[in-house]
């Protein structure tokens, strides 16, 4: 049975959004466009985790989660467009479990929900696992490590979800489009070379580790994460 997922959110672009990736990711999602609306279905459905926007209509994501709470231990994760560290400590207070700041990415909030999830209540995620290994290697999503020859590499988050995507299917081709649509996202309207950027700098970390995989150039297609059998 898939995990259900309420969504509270007034920005009606925002929650399609939303709705339209965590569907994609397995999750059954419900919508509410305020936050009286968002507590009734609340009550009605009893979601597995809630997606709460801060400034909305007849009630606020604060007064939502209060109720919720008085009522039920659901897992609660915050949406607002304020980063103030005062806003993520009254989140907390009212009984939220995580905080996410607008502008976000979708791969964040997916991760932050599958993490609230497993804290909570140990709930499976619908999606892959989100650490592999490898000789030499771990890519861990969860933590957002990546482990090279037994030592952690700082990289940036882009980098780790390229290398993630392509390593979750060995010696799978993929093109520079389908990477671009996968990992930055349909909203992503930059130039393609970003791609070949990230591979270089991932190569710079990886180069010479194991000789039983290393990322790929397939000329004229993409790149691959290609894997010795």
Not at 7 to 29: C, S, T
Request: charged content about 30%.
């Amino acid at each position: 049975m898939a995990i259900s997922v309420l969504v509270v959110e007034d920005d009606r672009n925002i929650a399609g959004l939303l709705q339209m990736y965590l569907e994609k990711e397995g999750y059954a999602v419900t919508i509410a466009y305020d936050g009286g609306e968002g507590l009734t279905k609340y009550r009605a459905i009893q979601p597995d985790l809630v997606l709460l926007d801060v400034m909305m209509p007849v009630m606020d994501g604060w007064g939502v989660c209060k109720a919720i709470r008085a009522e039920a231990q659901t897992p609660i994760i915050m949406l607002t467009a304020k980063g103030e560290t005062d806003d993520k400590v009254s989140g907390l207070k009212v009984g939220a479990d995580d905080y996410i700041t607008k502008p976000f990415e979708m791969r964040e909030v997916l991760a932050r929900i599958e993490a609230v999830l497993r804290r909570s209540s140990g709930t499976a995620s619908p999606s892959k696992a989100r650490r592999i290994s490898f000789d030499k290697l771990t890519i861990d999503m969860d933590a957002f490590e990546l482990t090279v020859d037994g030592k952690k590499v700082d990289t940036p988050p882009k980098e780790m979800e390229l290398l993630f995507y392509l390593a979750s299917s060995p010696n799978r081709v993929y093109t520079r489009n389908q990477l671009l649509d996968e990992v930055w996202g349909f909203d992503y309207f930059g130039d393609s070379r970003t791609v070949d950027v990230h591979v270089k700098r991932l190569r710079e970390k990886l180069e010479g580790v194991s000789e039983s995989w290393s990322l790929k150039t397939v000329w004229g297609v993409g790149y691959k994460f290609e894997v010795v059998q």
